[in-house]
């Protein structure tokens, strides 16, 4: 039975009603994960040190700058904000936009910041004046530790490149060819600022997921469940009281095979794996080919029988699924499904559905795990911030996420889940999510709060 409380012959010859059957089996071992991650014991998450503390300081008096770096899988988006709370894009690119202007003497990460700041530079001159001082937030969307740092002027947290090669790295930016980990990303890129002629004040690379978190005044803990999904946890012992962690949760809770439908063995053999992940069954850049998968499968049993014209056409590869167009056949839109009959077509969108919403059920106990050490060490309200395209855009997403968060919240505890929207900006372009929680963190963050740490500097 899907969240939304129905089911289909189909959906139950294909298997996809297990997960929402053993919800209790899936929270109680995605609670091992996360209890277990501090000291490292399988099962467990990572447990990668945000260097940033939940409850942040206030607002600094001075004016300043700010520039936010977005470094994505597949783009590169730079804004500032100004005290006065306005945004604006100095660009967006794709990364294969900055290959060809790179020095190609200098190794692809030197090459691609050195293009990156000269582009900033480019954009905002009167940078390289230092009247106003410089803060920079930096979104690392691939596995880093941090640690807070002063060095040379400039004071925050750098990222160490952490888990290369085990599944941390494996969105294939061409600038990361080469790397190792240990790197400190956050030298270097201090490096080509000062050969920019830049030294900025403040400076704080973090996860997507650790900014998104800071988009939500008070929040407990960020959530992204977009392209791909993860979550922060937060330190309750003495020691590491409300300080962040980065857990990678997403795409290491593996599921019990025996909860894996029809389609997702199908799906997992077209890749050549056993085990498939909590985010590669919920998150935007799996979706199609997972749903693809399913029509396959159910299209060699009496019950999907209706499903087998497009299960043939996506074979032949004749038909491709995208996101935009599942999208567009749940709100009943013009789709590309046109060629097909409508028996075929109702029975896609069913299929659909219950893919959407057993996805949202798995996103759902991401949340929860999200913040459960916290609720189990006395928090009776837990806030979430969440940045969540699949939640934007998918019907029933959000709903049933925030149904199956409420299905197993502990007694006497709520969690309260807020979709946070991108800025859309008049000029074009939008400021993602975590860049809002990136900016709203170092405009609040002194540096006397970052320097606290005796951890060595970058380089």
């Not at 059920?361 to 913040?371: C, D, F, P, Q, R």
Request: charged share 20%; aromatic share 6%; with cysteine.
């Amino acid at each position: 039975m899907t969240e939304s409380g129905t089911t289909t012959p189909l959906d139950r010859a294909l298997g996809i009603n297990r997960v929402v059957d053993n919800l209790g089996e899936l929270v109680s071992l995605g609670e091992q994960f996360v209890s277990n991650a501090p000291h490292g014991t399988p099962p467990c998450c990572a447990w990668d040190a945000g260097s940033l503390s939940r409850r942040h300081s206030s607002k600094p008096v001075t004016p300043h700058q700010t520039i936010l770096l977005d470094m994505g899988g597949t783009h590169t988006k730079v804004a500032t904000h100004n005290t006065s709370g306005e945004w604006a894009l100095l660009f967006d690119h794709l990364n294969d936009w900055f290959e060809p202007r790179r020095d190609p003497s200098l190794p692809p990460l030197q090459g691609f910041f050195r293009v990156l700041v000269q582009e900033v530079v480019a954009s905002l001159p009167s940078l390289r004046t230092g009247e106003v001082p410089l803060r920079v937030g930096v979104i690392w969307s691939n596995q880093i530790k941090t640690r807070r740092f002063s060095r040379g002027g400039t004071t925050g947290v750098t990222g160490i490149v952490h888990g290369y090669q085990s599944g941390g790295y494996r969105k294939g930016e061409w600038f990361l060819k080469g790397i190792h980990n240990g790197d400190d990303i956050g030298a270097l890129l201090l490096a080509e600022f000062a050969h920019g002629g830049i030294t900025p004040e403040v400076m704080v690379i973090g996860n997507d997921t650790l900014f998104t978190l800071f988009a939500v005044p008070g929040a407990h803990a960020g959530v992204v469940m977009s392209s791909g999904g993860n979550c922060t946890l937060v330190g309750v012992s003495e020691t590491e009281r409300d300080e962040l962690f980065n857990s990678e949760l997403g795409g290491v809770f593996m599921l019990p095979e025996s909860l894996l439908s029809e389609g997702d063995k199908e799906f997992a053999a077209s890749r050549g794996i056993s085990l498939i992940s909590l985010e590669e069954l919920s998150a935007g850049n799996w979706f199609p080919s997972m749903v693809t998968a399913h029509v396959i499968a159910a299209g060699r049993l009496p019950e999907g029988r209706a499903l087998a014209p497009i299960a043939s056409a996506l074979i032949a590869e004749s038909l491709s699924l995208t996101n935009r167009a599942l999208c567009d056949l749940l709100l009943d839109s013009d789709t590309i499904f046109g060629s097909f009959s409508p028996a075929s077509i109702e029975a896609l969108r069913l299929l659909t559905r219950s893919l959407v919403e057993r996805g949202a059920t798995l996103a759902g106990i991401m949340t929860y795990l999200s913040v459960v050490t916290q609720l189990r060490a006395g928090e009776k309200k837990a806030l979430v911030s969440l940045d969540s395209s699949m939640g934007r855009y998918f019907p029933h997403y959000f709903d049933t996420m925030r149904r199956c968060i409420s299905r197993i919240t502990l007694p006497d505890h709520a969690v309260e889940t807020v979709l946070v929207h991108p800025i859309e900006l008049a000029s074009g372009g939008d400021i993602s999510v975590p860049l809002q929680g990136a900016a709203l963190l170092v405009e609040s963050t002194t540096t006397s709060s970052l320097a606290s740490s005796t951890e060595r500097p970058p380089g």
